[in-house]
């Protein structure tokens, strides 16, 4: 590989099978791997990650001979087209750019960056490089989801106006005193951390609609207090010995350009019936959906609504699982492939959901609406109630 390739360069699909490498050991990072040992066309041929022991146990796995603790080592041996970065978001920045400035296609895990400003430095670099550039937004791929899209986009509920999309823990702290409870190296709290599915996923299903105005408030009432941590206490290795210094809950009302509009609620822990629910309710023109997942279902429960007056019609869907990170990586794959479409996968997507949840921190923060002015820098101007 080359530094600073050319757009226009074959790539790997050109010239044989494809070479993969996964920065991260975590539960994430082993989706990716997984997916790649089981795509037909390419290789995990590298790892990376500082834990010694499940480095050599995963590298043992998937029969990976080249593996490193540092990221930096994997990205200056080159030899890998594409990489996974599944890592804590502090890290998702300076080594997307590191590997897209050494001509690899870099597939970031969710949220694209701690910051607006850090997401845009790495699509600038994909689009220096050449080279392609997305985001594991893998909730959208889930088969529930994709049947509610297609049943939106068939017009079964016509035109969608409202909705309200969740994401809501009893107790779901992924682990207190982490790097998730860590402002600096986590950007903030279950917003970015599980809301960032859930703006995903709602605006997939409302059409990519432009998002006007941001009107958001955060709590931070359990943390704080020691409460509402994950019953398996997370992994010891994540801790960094912080202070509960984020949000436990969000609540955001997102003005849509056209008129439209999405409540977005998300918590790690609030005083609520117990478990893990997300889910999102749908207004149309011509009926309304509802989607309601309980921990972590394979399938939810879907049901479309329609009708006139007093004659209703409910539809119970019934969907398949979906193929989740699986379906990300391939899609990933088919992108690299595409070689004259390379500057179109670029990240933007997760750019965007960066700079509305920059624009719902802000907003809580001065408790006032902000408004998002199109293709704006990551510090939206405040309107003032």
Known sequence: MTNTPLPTDPGPAATGTIRAGVIGLGWAGQQHMQAYAELPGVDLVAIAGMEDEPRAAIGDKYGVTRRYRDWKDLVADG???????????????????????????????????????????????AH??????????????????EALKAAIDAGTIGR????????????????LGSWFTNREMAGGGPLIDIGVHVLDYA???????????VSAVTHSELGVRGRGGAASGGDVKQQVGSAYEVEDLASLLLRLEGGGSLVLETSWASYRPAGDE???????TEGGAELRVVDNAAVGELTLFTGDNENTSDITVEADPGRGHTAVVETFLD???????????????????????DAAYESAAHGAEVVLAPGTTPEPTRKEA
């Open 160 to 175: 969608p106006y409202h909705g309200r999309a969740t994401w809501l823990r009893r107790s779901g702290i992924p682990a």
């Open 79 to 125: 030899d890998v087209d594409v990489v996974s970065v599944a890592v804590p978001t502090f890290l998702h920045a300076p080594i997307a750019v590191g590997a897209l400035q050494a001509g690899i296609h870099v597939l970031s895990e969710k949220p694209i960056a701690r910051s607006a400003t850090e997401a845009q430095a790495m699509v600038d670099a």
């Open 278 to 284: 997300f889910g999102i309710t749908i207004y149309g």
């Open 203 to 213: 605006l997939h299903l409302f059409g990519e609609p432009r998002v006007t105005a």
């Open 335 to 357: 992108h690299v492939a595409d070689t004259a479409n390379w500057e179109h996968y670029d990240g933007s997507i997760a750019l965007e959901r960066a700079r509305i949840i």
């Open 128 to 145: 220096e490089s050449g080279r392609v550039l997305e985001v594991a937004f893998n909730h959208r791929r889930r088969g529930d989801i």
